[in-house]
C-alpha cells in the first residue's frame, strides 16, 4: 500500500505535467507538506496523500482551462509552476498569485468525504490561480463566485451551499453568486468564459450588457423571480 519513495520524499515533490492543449505550455505542479506529524497532516497523507493532490492540481487546472474556453497558452495566465501547500494554520484555504495554501487542521476535523471536500477546495482555490480579476478591479464577490462556479461544474460542491435562487445580493460572493453565474450562462452557454476573458484588463459592471443585454441588477431580479414560489 504505502509507496516507499512517496514516503521518503513527500516534503517536497515535484509532478511536472504538460498542459493538454497547446504545444509549448507545460505547468509544473509542486506539493510543498509539512511532515509534523499532526493530526491533520497525517490526515491528509493517508485519505488523500501525494500522489492524488498532483494528480487533481493537474485535472483542475485542466477542467479550467476548459471551462474558460482557453485553447491556446496566449488565452492564459502566464504561470508555469503552481505550489500546494499543506499547513497547520486558520480558516480553509487561501491563494495567493501561484501559491495555494490549505489547512491541514480543517482536513483533519472534517467530518465527511473528504477526498471530494480536498478536492472542491482545490478546484476553488486553483480557479483564483487561473482566473483574471480586472486588474484588481473585479468585485471580491464575483471573483470568489466564479471559484465557485468552476466547483460547482466540476460537481464538488458541498450540502450546505444556498439552492439556486437563495441569496441577498448577486455579488455575495461563493455559492450564491456560483449559482447566479450558473443561471447566466444557462442564457448564453459560455457566459462564465466570455466574463472572464473581458476582466482580462479591467472591469466593468456593463459586461453582462453586452453580453445578456441586461444589467446585472435586472438579471438578478430575473433569477429571484425565477426561483419564487
Ligand atoms: C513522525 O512520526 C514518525 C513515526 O512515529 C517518526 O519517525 C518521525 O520522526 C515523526 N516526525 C516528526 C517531525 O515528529
Ligand atoms: C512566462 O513567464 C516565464 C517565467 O516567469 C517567462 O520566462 C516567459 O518568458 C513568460 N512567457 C510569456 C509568453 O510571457
Ligand atoms: C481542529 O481540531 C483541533 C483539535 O481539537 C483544534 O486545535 C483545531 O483548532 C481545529 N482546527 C480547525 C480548523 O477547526
Same mark, same amino acid.
Given at each position: 500500500?504505502? @509507496?516507499? =519513495?512517496?514516503?521518503?520524499?513527500?516534503?517536497? !515533490?515535484?509532478?511536472?505535467?504538460?498542459?493538454?492543449?497547446?504545444?509549448?505550455?507545460?505547468?509544473? =505542479? $509542486? /506539493?510543498?507538506?509539512?511532515?509534523?506529524?499532526?493530526? %491533520?497532516?497525517?490526515?491528509?497523507?493517508?485519505?488523500?496523500? $501525494?500522489?492524488?493532490?498532483?494528480?487533481?492540481?493537474?485535472?483542475?487546472?485542466?477542467?479550467?482551462?476548459?471551462?474558460? +474556453?482557453?485553447? @491556446?497558452?496566449?488565452?492564459?495566465?502566464?504561470?508555469? +509552476?503552481?505550489?500546494?501547500?499543506? #499547513?497547520?494554520?486558520?480558516?480553509?484555504? =487561501?491563494?495567493?498569485?501561484? #501559491?495555494?495554501? $490549505?489547512?491541514?487542521?480543517?482536513?483533519?476535523?472534517?467530518?465527511?468525504? /473528504?477526498?471530494?471536500?480536498?478536492?472542491?477546495?482545490?478546484?476553488? #482555490?486553483?480557479?483564483?490561480?487561473?482566473?483574471?480579476?480586472?486588474? %484588481?478591479?473585479?468585485?471580491?464577490?464575483?471573483? #470568489?463566485?466564479?471559484?465557485?462556479?468552476?466547483?460547482? *461544474?466540476?460537481?464538488?460542491?458541498?450540502?450546505?451551499? $444556498? *439552492?439556486?435562487?437563495?441569496?441577498?445580493?448577486? &455579488?455575495?460572493?461563493?455559492?450564491?453568486?456560483?449559482?447566479?453565474?450558473?443561471?447566466?450562462? %444557462? !442564457?448564453?452557454?459560455? =457566459?462564465?468564459?466570455?466574463?472572464?476573458? *473581458?476582466?482580462?484588463?479591467?472591469? @466593468?459592471? &456593463?459586461?453582462?450588457?453586452? !453580453? !445578456?443585454?441586461?444589467?446585472?441588477?435586472? /438579471?438578478?431580479?430575473?433569477?429571484?423571480?425565477?426561483?419564487?414560489?
Amino acid at each position: 500500500m504505502a @509507496n516507499t =519513495f512517496f514516503e521518503l520524499s513527500f516534503s517536497l !515533490l515535484i509532478l511536472s505535467v504538460a498542459a493538454m492543449q497547446g504545444t509549448h505550455a507545460a505547468v509544473e =505542479f $509542486v /506539493l510543498d507538506y509539512a511532515s509534523d506529524n499532526s493530526s %491533520g497532516g497525517l490526515r491528509f497523507k493517508n485519505e488523500i496523500g $501525494v500522489a492524488n493532490s498532483l494528480q487533481t492540481m493537474s485535472s483542475a487546472t485542466n477542467f479550467i482551462w476548459k471551462i474558460f +474556453k482557453q485553447n @491556446n497558452p496566449s488565452d492564459r495566465k502566464n504561470v508555469t +509552476k503552481v505550489t500546494l501547500f499543506i #499547513e497547520n494554520s486558520d480558516g480553509v484555504a =487561501f491563494t495567493v498569485s501561484n #501559491e495555494i495554501h $490549505v489547512n491541514a487542521n480543517y482536513l483533519g476535523n472534517y467530518t465527511g468525504d /473528504l477526498r471530494r471536500e480536498f478536492n472542491g477546495v482545490l478546484y476553488h #482555490e486553483m480557479t483564483h490561480v487561473w482566473q483574471w480579476d480586472g486588474n %484588481g478591479q473585479t468585485p471580491g464577490g464575483l471573483i #470568489e463566485g466564479i471559484a465557485d462556479f468552476v466547483r460547482l *461544474k466540476a460537481k464538488y460542491i458541498p450540502s450546505h451551499w $444556498v *439552492k439556486p435562487g437563495q441569496g441577498n445580493r448577486w &455579488d455575495q460572493g461563493y455559492d450564491v453568486t456560483a449559482r447566479f453565474l450558473d443561471y447566466c450562462d %444557462g !442564457l448564453r452557454h459560455g =457566459f462564465v468564459a466570455e466574463l472572464n476573458k *473581458k476582466m482580462r484588463s479591467g472591469y @466593468n459592471a &456593463d459586461y453582462f450588457v453586452e !453580453l !445578456l443585454g441586461k444589467t446585472v441588477d435586472q /438579471l438578478w431580479s430575473d433569477y429571484k423571480a425565477k426561483y419564487a414560489i
